[in-house]
Structure formats: C-alpha cells, structure tokens
C-alpha cells in the first residue's frame, strides 16, 4: 500500500458520525463492488497466478444457517486476502439440486395446496413444477451470501442440474458404465420407506430408541417339546427367517447340529448353521437369520447359501411373503405377529431395550434393509490414488487429525449406491431392449431405435436417477468446462482451497478427489487432485453445546444477525469465537464482541480523521522523519501485526491472524498510541503533531488493509473517508494491495522500552483492581526499577507515566521501602508501590484479599486436578489443554500477588 512521501494540509474533509451503522452502509458498498467487476478474475494467465475456491454448492431448498455463515466468512476472508496479494482469485458459487430434499419439499407442497401427488400429475408434469419452484425460490440462499459481503464470481454461478452439468454427469457415468466400474445388481440396500428410495450408508443417521426385546422360540423339527430361542426387536422380521446360526463350540446346542427348525406361522422349515462368529455368552448364543432384512444376516446368508425371502412392499407394508399379515405396515404386523406368538406358547418374557436404531436423514423414518436392483460404482479402484494423494502430503487437511477420517473411509470403502427411486434428479443414461440388456449412452436413445450392442428394439430408459453426490463429485471440474477442454479448466484446474464441515468428508470430498484422478486423465497425475488444502471448519452449536437444528427450536439465524450488528460484526466475531479445530457454543450475545470492535475501530478511525483533517502530515518513513519513541513503536507493532497475519493467513489460521489484529488495533492503537500522542495533535505547528498525524495516517491505512478481508463493509467505508480527508482519489480496498511493510521495520529498542512504560502502568492498574480503587483517584506510587535500562525509561517518561497511570506523583529508584498502608504490584523487575491513603479500611482490605485468594487457590485446585486426569489430557483437544495450562499460570500470578500484598498488610 503507497502513500505519499509528504502530504499538505488537505482542502477537503469528512465527518464520520459518532457511532458505525452497519445498514446505511452494506448495500451500497456491495453494489459498489459488483460494480467494479472486482469479483470476476481477470484471466491475465502471462501476468497474474490463478487462486480458486470452490463454493460447497447449498441446497436449493436451503436458507442461510450459522454453518454457511462460518463457512461463508473462511472463504471470502482467503480469497479476499487472495485478491489483495495480486492472485487472479475466483470464488465460485452455485448450488445443489438435492434430490430428495428437493422433491419432497415440492410434494408436500403439490399435496398441501392441490391435494396432488406426483404420481397424480405424472413424470413430465412434476418435474415442470420443480423447475417451476427452483427458478422462483432456488436462488435465495445465495442472496443471503451476498449480505454476508461474499466475494463470489456471480457470473459463474453453476447449478447441478443445468445443461451442460448435466452432461458432464452423463459423460462421468457413461465412463464408469465402458470400464466395468459401474453396474446393477440385487443387494441389500438401505429402504426409505416413506420417500421410497434407496439411500446410501452416508445418508442415514443413527438415533437412540426406547424399544422391547422379543424372545421368540422356535420348535425343533421331529423333537417335540424342544425349542431353540432366539431374540429380536423386530419380531415381525421372522416371517422371512432362513436360518439359525449358533456356534459350533456352544455344548449347549451340540445335539442339534445339522437340526431342522420349523418356523412359526408360516411352517417354514429352516436349518441350524454352525457359525463361529456367534457369541456363545450374548443371549442365548442363538440367532435368527433375516437375508432380505439385516446386513450382518446378509453376509451370514450368503456364505451358508441360505435362501433370501423379501417381505416389504416399497411402502413398508408386507408383500405375500407375510402370509396371513400381509398388507399391514411394519408397526402394526409387529403387533400382530407377537400376539399370534403368544397364542400360541412360542413368545418369551418381553423385556425393555436401548439401542440405536438406522434412520434416514431426510425423511427421519426408520430404515428398512431389503434386497433390491440397483446401481453402484465399484470404488476400490478409485479409492487407491485418493489414498496415496493424502499419504503422500499431495492433498492436506488442516486440522490434520480429519486426514485420519478421510484415510479410515476410503481403506473401507464399500461399493456405493447411486440409484434413487425419485423423479427429480439425473435420470440414469441407460436403455434397454426388449431381453433387459442395458447400454449407457452419452445421447438419448430413441425408443425403437436398435441396441448398439445386441441389434434389438430400446424398449424404455431406466426410471431411477443418480444419487445427488454423483454430480456433486464432478464439482471442481465439471464447474469449469468439463468434459470440454475450456479456458477455464485449463487456467483454474486444480484448485488450492477447500473449507467444508466434518459430515461430508467422505461424502463429498473423498469422492471429489477419487473423481478428479479418474475423470481428468488428460492431466499429470499430480494436477489431477482437485485442491491442495482441505480446511474443516468447526461445527457452531448453540450455548448449551447442542446442534441446531429446526426440530430443536435453537437455530440462530444469522440474517437476523446481521439485521442487529451488521454482517462485519457477525464475521469477526465468529472467526474470533472458531479456534482452530473446536467447535464454538454461540449464544446471540457473543456477536456484541464484533460489535464492539467495529464501533472501537470506526471511532479509532474517526478520532484520528478529525484530528488530521486541515492540518500538515509528516511521512514517519522519510530518513529525516524525527520520531518520538511512540511513533517508532506503533510502526513497529504494526509491522511486527503485518508479518504475523500474513503467516497464520499462509497457514489458515484465521483465529489466530484475527485474534492478534483484534488486539493490535483494541490495545497498541486505541489503547496506548492514540492515548499517547493526543497532546501532539491538536497543534498545526507543533513539528511533532505533523510527524504523529502522518504516522496515524500510515497506521490506520495499513490497519484497514490487513483488516480488510476479515470486515470488509466497514474498512471499505473508512479507506474512502481517509483519502478523502488527505485529499486523494480512493479507489476501492478491495482491490488494493495488500500491505507489503515498505519503509518499516521493527524496532525491538522501541518496543522494549514502551513494555517498560506499559507494564509500569500495567502494575498500577493491577493494585487499583486489588484494592477496588477508582480508575482515576490520584494515587502516590514508589517505583523501584534496579535496572539502569528501566529506571532510565521510567525517568524520562515520568510525566506520560503520571497521566496514564493518573499518578499524583511517581517516585523511581533503584530501591524502595513499603509503607505498611501501601499495595504492591510486581512485573518483571519493576515494584510498583502504590500509597492507599487515611481512608482506606486496611483490616476491610485484608479480609477482601484474604477471600480472593481462597477462591484463586480453589480455581488452581480444579485446573490441577483436570490437568492431572489422564483421560482429559488424552481426550481432549490440545488446545483446549494449552488454554487449561495457561489459565493455570495466570491463577498462580494472581495468587502471588495477593499473598505478597497480604503478608505486607
């Protein structure tokens, strides 16, 4: 950032109003952007390196929640700093379709208004009206990104479902369908019996359910009076029994190896298998085998070649295979089978159970395992470079513990799902002739049209569509041109940044990255990772640590938020609330610190404008520039906030660079350096005032550039006040550089001797808030600085010293003697000694102190014993660890100090 070596006294000024409102701001400085086209990269491949982010494209149905919110603040925070280092940055948005949620939203709407169902109105005449409220409502949360002050490329903005998304997704199938990694089979699946549709392991969720456990005994076949008893929760699941399985070393059951059961109700006769997985000691070491209905009986039936009986319409109901319940719904055929068991002497006693039960994520209901046909992709072989790209380092995760996650996922994989039973979706590309051969094709076949491999008539396309993640893996790529070789692809592709939450790593991003190595063969392997760092955001729970949720009723809406405290305040306080790898309790209140800090900066800024409006300004970097020792500290502070930010933005690590900024501008500059050059700036003639004023000006344009990507509202409003004021053209700060040092340096004599001057201070302060004195009641103080260095310091500042610290006098030796009615505060080697005066209750004090450090060694007692359990040190985060162990430190000064005041008392 260039300023003028020397600036005269300006011509023109601007008036700041005493407090920052947000709304008479935000919109008119987003429009302003958009104006300037700031957010489109330039496409300069010669001059300017490319920076991309991917946006995790939200729901069409979705609205803005404090998740987005977060997310939201990472991204443009990176890609604004991104832009102001000189990057050709994109930030590009764009939105889901979301399959089920989609559909269902629009059904329950269809049937509430019309009392329609889809299958009332037909394939072709639904889908025009999810169109219809896609285009009407589609757009919404990305409008609410916008009052965030995302800096998206709006001009690029993807939806999955738009032609050539859609044909990208068609291309990626067609590939799988030609390589034998695609294919349909009959496996059990996971059955929402509500939206009637396979959903995958990744979309159901699991839940804790109060339920019975059902003893259910079954009769030996030619035994009479003999049963072998098993247990279930869903007792109705024994119609489709095809086994029981005990194990082969359980004596208990050794006489009836190669025994034959007869099922109950239905005289099924059923044969006992020999399994050693089965725990002799769980129950009654038997266990009834359901194929068609459990994914352990699953696996068990197909290695003892038991036969597969599917009860369950695709409703929930039960098929013919329920024999006299068929018909009913799962709930009530329970019912009915436990009655019909109990008539019949074949029901034990009933017992409560607690267990976790497999829901679905979107429609909540209880998951139904069934055999059905469906499509899946094979992914072990894409796993394998997805794998090595994280083992190698090719591919970070920052926290690096989620790397564990995403490894552990992929070294499991299953074979994934990707049919959907739905209407709204990517209908899958395959046709069939008339003998049910499939073919996937990258263009539609004609119904009658010839079957390119068997010669026969296409008789109909496969009603079933992809699952939503089988467009969304084509995200980094398909969003830029893919299958085509565009511009795009070749300047974006890959991309350096991603910042999602922990539920979708294996969701979305392990299959982005198995789709990038496998789709973009064009490329070197190592350009085919789609993005060389994974940041997982924490997640945002409420103040009581829960999740938010609608069901809940403790959702914050962040629009709302923003409505109160702006959508700078909102930002800042939630990258200053998020460290690094913890998730943050948020109540509305905590924005207030946001709040308070662009009001502190906006009045920082609007002091400082006032005072050098209409008056000569010295450039404090010029070889001549004669500075005061303030001066050269607050421009090294502000070089020493500079290195620093920059770093912990190189690593993302924007608490910290947040955090630092925060107290650079509340502490050095609000607290100390305007505090300290106030007498300076009211003279126009004072040659010191000048030298100040050009400091400030340099500090707070610096100041509001290395803020900038953080509250870029209110930064961009002040950039253009403070060039007004010095009489120069501001052009926007958003597309400013960003602040490169030049003319600073640091100064450690500077710093070392203000830290004299603020701990001094620091110490009086100490013994105020000891002895519940006022803030301003002047007070004596003795100083005892044995050091030559500090006691210099302390004597040449004795008057900046009297009135911060609002000393009525300030004595400094080497030594001191302490009056009994006196306080004592110690910072590094300097004793403050602070004189308390006729009226101060000294046995009154001495129970206060005496009743503070009870408490303060209490606080110690319970930080020692969390620091001492083992399970807390190894369950904890680290940082929650290093802020236990800090407080400690801080408990054991604080009791230090009383007990050094009470012995002297």
């Not at 990305?142 to 995302?150: E, H, K, V």
């Not at 084509?474 to 070789?485: I, K, M, R």
Request: glycine share 6%; net charge negative.
């Amino acid at each position: 950032m260039k300023w003028p070596a020397c600036m005269e006294a300006p011509t023109r000024t601007t008036e700041l109003s005493t407090r920052y409102a947000p709304a008479e701001f935000e919109h008119e400085v987003y429009e302003r952007w958009l104006a300037s086209g700031g957010f489109t990269p330039a496409r300069d491949a010669a001059l300017r390196k490319p920076f991309v982010i991917m946006i995790p494209p939200p729901n069409v149905t979705g609205v803005l929640h404090m998740g987005h919110a977060l997310n939201g603040t990472i991204q443009d925070v990176i890609v604004r700093y991104r832009r102001m280092q000189g990057f050709d940055a994109l930030w590009l948005p764009g939105t889901d379709h979301a399959g089920i949620a989609t559909q269902a939203v629009v059904e329950r709407k269809l049937y509430e208004e019309e009392k329609l169902t889809r299958n009332d109105l037909g394939r072709d005449a639904f889908l025009a009206r999810v169109w219809a409220w896609k285009e009407e409502h589609g757009s919404y949360i990305l409008q609410q990104y916008r009052r965030l002050g995302a800096s998206c490329d709006w001009s690029r903005t993807r939806f999955t479902m738009e032609p050539h998304m859609s044909r990208a997704v068609r291309e990626s199938f067609v590939r799988l369908f030609e390589k034998g990694l695609v294919y349909r089979g009959a496996r059990l699946v996971n059955w929402d019996c509500v939206l009637q549709t396979a959903v995958s392991d990744d979309e159901i969720e699991y839940v804790p359910k109060k339920d019975k456990l059902y003893p259910l005994r079954y009769p030996v076949k030619g035994r009479a009076g003999e049963f072998v008893t098993v247990a279930t929760t869903r007792p109705e699941t024994m119609l489709g029994d095809t086994g029981v399985a005990v194990n082969p070393a359980d004596a208990r059951y050794a006489h009836l190896h190669g025994a034959t059961l007869v099922l109950p109700l239905v005289g099924r006769e059923i044969p006992i298998v020999l399994d050693e997985g089965v725990e002799m000691d769980f129950g009654t070491g038997a266990v009834k085998v359901t194929p068609g209905h459990d994914p352990a009986d699953y696996e068990r039936g197909t290695r003892f070649r038991l036969p597969i009986v599917n009860l369950y319409e695709k409703d929930g109901r039960l098929n013919d295979n329920g024999g006299p319940f068929a018909g009913l719904p799962r709930e009530k055929a329970r019912d009915a089978v436990v009655k019909a068991l109990d008539e019949l002497g074949l029901l034990g006693k009933v017992e409560d159970y607690q267990h976790n039960v497999a829901v679905s994520d979107r429609s909540k209901s209880i998951i139904e395992p069934l055999v059905s046909e469906q499509w899946f992709v094979r992914m072990k072989p894409l796993a394998e470079p997805a794998i090595r790209a994280a083992r190698s380092g090719r591919l970070q995760f920052r926290p690096e513990r989620w790397q564990k996650v995403y490894l552990d996922w992929l070294e499991n994989v299953h074979d994934w799902c990707i049919s959907r039973q739905l209407w709204w979706g990517h209908q899958i590309p395959v046709w069939y002739d008339e003998d049910g051969v499939p073919v996937a094709s990258r263009t539609d076949l004609a119904i009658g049209s010839r079957h390119p491999r068997t010669g026969k008539s296409i008789v109909r396309q496969d009603e079933d569509v992809l699952d939503t993640w089988a467009s969304s893996w084509l995200w980094p790529f398909a969003t830029l041109g893919w299958p085509d070789q565009t511009p795009d692809l070749a300047r974006f592709y890959p991309t350096q940044f991603l910042s999602t939450a922990r539920e979708i790593i294996y969701l979305w991003v392990a299959r982005m990255v198995m789709a990038g190595y496998e789709f973009l063969d064009h490329l070197p392997e190592e350009q085919r990772c789609p993005f060389d760092v994974v940041n997982v955001h924490a997640t945002v729970l409420d103040a009581k640590g829960r999740r938010m949720s609608k069901s809940a009723g403790n959702g914050i809406d962040p629009i709302e938020l923003i409505d109160k405290y702006g959508a700078d305040a909102t930002r800042y306080s939630l990258i200053l609330l998020t460290k690094e790898g913890q998730d943050v309790k948020l109540a509305p209140d905590r924005i207030e610190q946001g709040f308070r800090f662009t009001n502190k900066l906006w009045n920082a800024a609007r002091f400082a404008l006032m005072n050098v409006a209409g008056k000569p300004a010295a450039d404090p970097t010029a070889p001549d520039a004669d500075l005061r020792v303030e001066d050269r500290w607050i421009l090294s502070r502000l070089e020493r906030a500079r290195r620093e930010t920059t770093a912990a933005l190189e690593e993302y690590r924007l608490n910290d660079a947040a955090t630092l900024l925060y107290k650079f501008v509340w502490n050095d500059l609000c607290d100390w350096y305007l505090e300290l050059v106030k007498p300076r700036l009211s003279s126009a003639e004072d040659p010191s005032g000048a030298v100040a004023r050009g400091t400030l000006v340099r500090v707070l344009a610096d100041t509001l550039g290395l803020l900038h990507p953080f509250t870029p509202y209110v930064t961009e409003v002040l950039w253009r006040s403070l060039h007004e004021t010095i009489g120069r053209e501001a052009g926007l700060l958003m597309n400013a550089t960003w602040p490169d040092g030049r003319g600073l340096t640091l100064d450690p004599e500077a710093e070392a001797e203000m830290q004299v001057l603020q701990d001094l201070v620091g110490a009086v302060r100490q013994v105020r808030n000891l002895t519940t004195l006022g803030d301003r009641q002047p007070l004596e103080a003795r100083i005892a600085a044995p050091r030559d260095f500090e006691r210099g310091v302390l004597e040449r500042h004795a008057d900046t010293i009297r009135a911060l610290a609002h000393l009525s006098s300030c004595a400094v030796a080497a030594k001191v003697e302490r009056p009994r009615a006196s306080a004592v505060a110690v910072v590094g080697g300097i004793e403050a000694v602070v004189l308390l005066g006729e009226g101060v209750d000294l046995g009154k004090l001495h129970d206060v102190l005496k009743r503070r450090l009870e408490k303060v060694r209490s606080g110690i007692a319970g930080v020692d014993a969390k620091l001492a359990n083992a399970a807390f040190i190894e369950r904890a985060d680290p940082e929650v660890v290093a802020e236990e162990r800090t407080r400690r430190l801080e408990l054991a000064l604080e009791a230090t100090l009383l007990e050094r005041n009470l012995a002297g008392f």
